[in-house]
């Protein structure tokens, strides 16, 4: 079951001195925060932060919260998770939450053989890389779209089609 509150990002410290908050995002492009009017500062939605402002700064993401008007209230935000809510989000097709991932069977395309599971992504530029893991080894795939043949959330399952040598250990 996937959450309805995603982890999006860490309040890292303060900018300036009417509170507001600098936020290391969690996501491709700190822009991608700017399209919320609220976060909530736990994976229930229960204590939620308004957005009176929110601007990307270089790496990071400022906002100002409605009622965090000094550096003393920010102050007492930092090291905190950011949390957004699920049904505000529509992704592209073929875009996911790195935490949708995690966790999901692995299998091959041609053969239905079991390849393992979804341990983490690695963001390098290019194209995103897949952990796979399998029987305490670890396989690096690229999230292309030569090799990823099907992404099933609801099934929590990834259907691939390796490149040579990455599970078989052939040159």
Not at 132 to 138: A, L, N
Request: contains cysteine; aromatic residues 8%.
């Amino acid at each position: 079951m996937r959450k309805p509150y995603l982890e999006t990002g860490r309040i890292v410290g303060t900018h300036g001195v009417r509170g507001e908050l600098r936020v290391q995002p969690w996501s491709d492009n700190p822009a991608f925060l700017t399209g919320f009017d609220g976060f909530y500062l736990d994976g229930r939605g229960e204590k939620r932060l308004e957005a009176e402002r929110v601007r990307p700064h270089g790496n990071v993401v400022l906002l100002k919260a409605r009622g965090v008007d000094t550096i003393e209230e920010a102050e007492k935000l930092r090291g905190k998770v950011l949390y957004i809510d699920r049904s505000a989000v529509r992704l592209e097709e073929g875009r996911y939450f790195i935490q949708d991932l995690i966790g999901c069977k692995v299998v091959d395309a041609d053969s239905g053989e079991t390849l393992g599971s979804l341990s983490d992504v690695s963001e390098t530029g290019a194209n995103d890389v897949w952990h796979v893991k399998r029987e305490g080894e670890e396989y690096l795939v690229p999230a292309i779209p030569d090799v990823i043949v099907e992404v099933d959330l609801d099934k929590e399952i990834i259907v691939l089609r390796p490149l040579k040598g990455i599970f078989d250990h052939a040159d």
